[in-house]
């Protein structure tokens, strides 16, 4: 079978932050795509990826390449924040070319019976990890079977009845899978935000699924999505690493797991693999504070690690506890310290207006992150996951959800004790303005620059997004005035 699989078009900065800078967001490799056709491939399919945000593709163009290919069936790949467009697109390709159609990702991970009843465009959609299933999929169409018995699928049949099969338990051993098929795409079109990439071309790498904590109350990872916990074995990793680099030239990985220290005797492995093979690419990763140690850091390190990415949230050791975080103030002090003493920046990861939180507790968490020298702070305004108590006190479904994430400036959850939306907004952008512009940071940035050149033009282009994302919105000032 041919199979085109597609990202529909959308441009995330200007969509989600309002951003005119051309080049303030960066295209990201589309993993869960390029995971599915490498599987495809496998089993003997031929398969053309068309990722319309990194192409600058509209929809016709996107008919355009599809024509080309000619395809027999056609797979589109949206998280939530695309499925809007991503169906428009089904609805235009089921006209333009009439094959079987199909969706996968986040969100019909999350909502499958609610993206078939939204678009009868959709034949099937996919729901949890899209590869074994895609295949079997594939496999069927090709023996002009029914749908009927392959895990992780909901199928329309040709009297327009639903029928949602068994969710699929995903068995494979990650260290036998597919290079995923970064070929499919022009890696020079790919990067990742300034602060994670030393050298380009960078590409997204995944090495595990799930999270082994999985834990915490505000994340869809500790819930909706789970995905059961495994990884490569240390050799595979840093094998396929040295793969993408000797084959396709990627120079950074910024890698996409969400816990990706976990054991230390896994990093220590993993670490001296890379440095086996030479050191083939500088890197960075999410790490939970819990994870690390100044040993640890030092391996990372020294096979090519320049910054991890610590998920701290609200520094007040009652909000984590709250937050199921395994996480106090002192011991991401602590992590901190530790990465400093490897030479490792620190991306810290907060969030405004958690349920519990209060404004006072925000610009005290701007406080401990500029005591502990956090390099780069990155707050996110709240917004409920389905997994959440504030999720069900909305009342909230697909809709809803999907909505919340269209504007990332704006804040769509009120947690006790504020007053309204507005005020959300503005405590969240008193916390960028009370970090970035203390003095204690603007030192230290100033004299870290000093001392290293790629350094100071990631902070120049960091610099330059963040004055875009905060450039005063004077037509959203009238419309609420
Ligand atoms: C890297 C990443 C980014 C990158 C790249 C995004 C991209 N182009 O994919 C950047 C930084 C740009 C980004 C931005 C955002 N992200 Co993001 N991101 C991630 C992250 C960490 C990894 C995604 C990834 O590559 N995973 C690995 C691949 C292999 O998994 P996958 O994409 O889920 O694909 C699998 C299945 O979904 C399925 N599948 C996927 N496509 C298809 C297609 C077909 C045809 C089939 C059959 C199957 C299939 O099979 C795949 C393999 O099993 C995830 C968290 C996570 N761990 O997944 C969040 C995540 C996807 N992001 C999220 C969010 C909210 C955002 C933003 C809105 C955040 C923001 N504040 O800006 C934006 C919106 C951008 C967008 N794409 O919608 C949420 C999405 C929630 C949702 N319901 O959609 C997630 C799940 C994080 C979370 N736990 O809340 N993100
Ligand atoms: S926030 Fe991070 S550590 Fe917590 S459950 Fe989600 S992915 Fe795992």
Not at 1 to 21: E, I, K, N, T
Not at 204 to 233: I, Q, V
Not at 415 to 432: C, K, M, T
Request: hydrophobic share 40%.
């Amino acid at each position: 079978m041919r199979v085109s699989l597609v990202v529909p078009p959308f441009d995330y900065g200007r969509q989600l932050y309002g951003l005119v800078r051309r080049r303030s967001f960066q295209n990201a490799v589309p993993l869960g795509a390029i995971n599915v056709a490498a599987y495809l491939r496998e089993a003997g399919h031929q398969v053309q990826v068309v990722d319309a945000p990194a192409e600058g593709y509209d929809n016709d163009q996107i008919c355009s390449a599809i024509n080309r290919f000619v395809p027999d069936a056609i797979g589109v790949s949206a998280t939530s924040v695309i499925y809007d467009p991503a169906s428009a697109l089904a609805t235009l390709l089921k006209d333009r070319f009439d094959v079987f159609t199909f969706l996968g990702g986040t969100h019909s991970s999350l909502y499958p019976e609610w993206c078939m009843d939204d678009n009868v465009a959709w034949d099937a959609a996919v729901f949890g990890e899209g590869e074994e299933t895609a295949v079997e999929l594939v496999n069927a169409l090709a023996a002009k079977k029914t749908l009927d018995g392959i895990g992780g699928v909901i199928w329309r049949d040709g009297d327009g009845g639903i029928h949602k099969n068994q969710h699929r338990a995903a068995q494979r051993d990650l260290s036998d899978t597919p290079l995923p098929a970064y070929d499919l795409l022009d890696l020079s079109r790919y990067s990742a935000p300034p602060m994670r990439v030393r050298r380009t071309p960078a590409v997204y790498m995944e090495l595990f699924r799930g999270c082994a904590y999985a834990k915490c109350t505000y994340c869809t990872s500790g819930g909706g999505l789970k995905n059961r916990y495994r990884r490569h074995s240390p050799e595979s990793a840093a094998e396929k690493i040295l793969q993408i680099h000797m084959r396709y030239g990627a120079n950074e990985i910024a890698f996409v797991d969400d816990d990706f220290v976990v054991g230390k005797d896994w990093i220590h492995d993993f670490c001296g693999e890379l440095r086996k093979r030479g050191n083939p690419v500088s890197w960075t990763a999410y790490a939970r504070a819990s994870q690390v140690d100044a040993g640890v850091f030092a391996a990372m390190k020294a096979a090519g690690c320049h910054q991890v990415l610590i998920g701290m949230e609200v520094l007040d050791n009652a909000m984590l506890r709250a937050l199921g975080k395994d996480l106090t103030v002192a011991s991401s002090a602590e992590a901190i310290r530790a990465a400093h003493s490897a030479d490792i920046g620190v991306i810290g990861l907060f969030m405004a207006g958690i349920p519990n939180s209060t404004p006072e507790s925000v610009f005290t968490t701007v406080e401990h992150a500029l005591q502990q020298e956090v390099d780069v702070a990155v707050f996110s305004l709240y917004r409920p996951p389905p997994v959440s108590e504030a999720f069900e006190a909305l009342g909230w479904g697909s809709r809803e959800y999907m909505e919340s994430f269209k504007k990332q400036k704006e804040a769509v959850y009120v947690p006790a004790g504020w007053r309204d939306l507005r005020h959300v907004e503005q405590v969240f952008s008193e916390a960028y303005r009370r970090f970035y512009l203390d003095p204690r940071f603007v030192k230290r940035a100033a004299k870290r620059a000093f001392a290293d050149p790629v350094l100071a033009k990631n902070i120049v282009k960091g610099a330059l997004t963040l004055a875009d994302q905060f450039r005063p919105d004077f037509r959203s000032l009238i419309a609420r005035a």
